[in-house]
T-cell receptor
Framework: GIQVEQSPPDLILQEGANSTLRCNFS?????LQWFHQNPWGQLINLFY???GTKQNGRLSATTVATERYSLLYISSSQTTDSGVYFC?????????FGPGTRLSVLP | ETGVTQSPTHLIKTRGQQVTLRCSSQ?????VSWYQQALGQGPQFIFQ???????GRGNFPPRFSGLQFPNYSSELNVNALELDDSALYLC??????????FGEGSRLTVL
């Protein structure tokens, strides 16, 4: 089956810093989503981005489907950005999740 | 607020028991997917239901079973619980192949 990798696995930032999270996948995909998992476990939708670039406030995402990767940019990070970020790719019948990037933003 | 609700939010069972988890999907969605998330890992696909039929299954044994009802709500049943079944169980609703919207999850502890 398709393999999804995320890097870095852990990231510690000072409030106000910028960061880039990466998602690589091993085969072509039909769709891709980025999620933020909050401390209570809920997965919050960030982007639904099979290709191209989207922006939402301080967050933006770019997917280059032909090169099998997606990037999530977080600018001017805030403590509320802390949590685990997952990418998930859709191929066949279901989404496959990566292992996540754990982000800690320090005040 | 995704419009996807799950119940119960937390539950404790003992090994060998059976559990039923419930999920109501977002209005307008016809597909429900269930995922298991062990501590420190990404969600793993269990199965998916579309029009009351299972139309995709991950690498989970038959003691994991489900149902989808005419109103598109769904149940996940797990028989003969094992300690390793302790996890967060996440339900997502969508249109077929479309964007997933998750509920808050049901956290199961098996003692």
């Amino acid at each position: 089956g398709i393999q999804v990798e995320q890097s870095p696995p852990d990231l510690i930032l000072q409030e106000g810093a910028n960061s880039t999270l990466r998602c690589n996948f091993s085969d072509s995909v039909n769709n891709l989503q980025w999620f933020h998992q909050n401390p209570w476990g809920q997965l919050i939708n960030l982007f639904y981005i099979p290709s191209g670039t989207k922006q939402n406030g301080r967050l933006s995402a770019t997917t280059v489907a032909t090169e099998r990767y997606s990037l999530l940019y977080i600018s001017s990070s805030q403590t509320t950005d802390s949590g685990v970020y997952f990418c998930a790719v859709f191929r066949g019948q279901n989404f496959v999740f990566g292992p996540g990037t754990r982000l800690s933003v320090l005040p | 607020e995704t419009g996807v609700t799950q119940s119960p939010t937390h539950l404790i069972k003992t090994r060998g028991q059976q559990v039923t988890l419930r999920c109501s999907s977002q209005s307008g969605h016809n597909t429900v997917s269930w995922y298991q998330q062990a501590l420190g890992q990404g969600p793993q696909f269990i199965f998916q239901y579309y029009r009351e039929e299972e139309n995709g299954r991950g690498n989970f044994p038959p003691r994991f079973s489900g149902l989808q009802f005419p109103n598109y709500s769904s149940e996940l049943n797990v028989n003969a619980l094992e300690l390793d079944d302790s996890a967060l169980y996440l339900c997502a609703s969508s249109l077929v192949g479309g964007e997933l919207f998750f509920g808050e999850g049901s956290r199961l502890t098996v003692l």
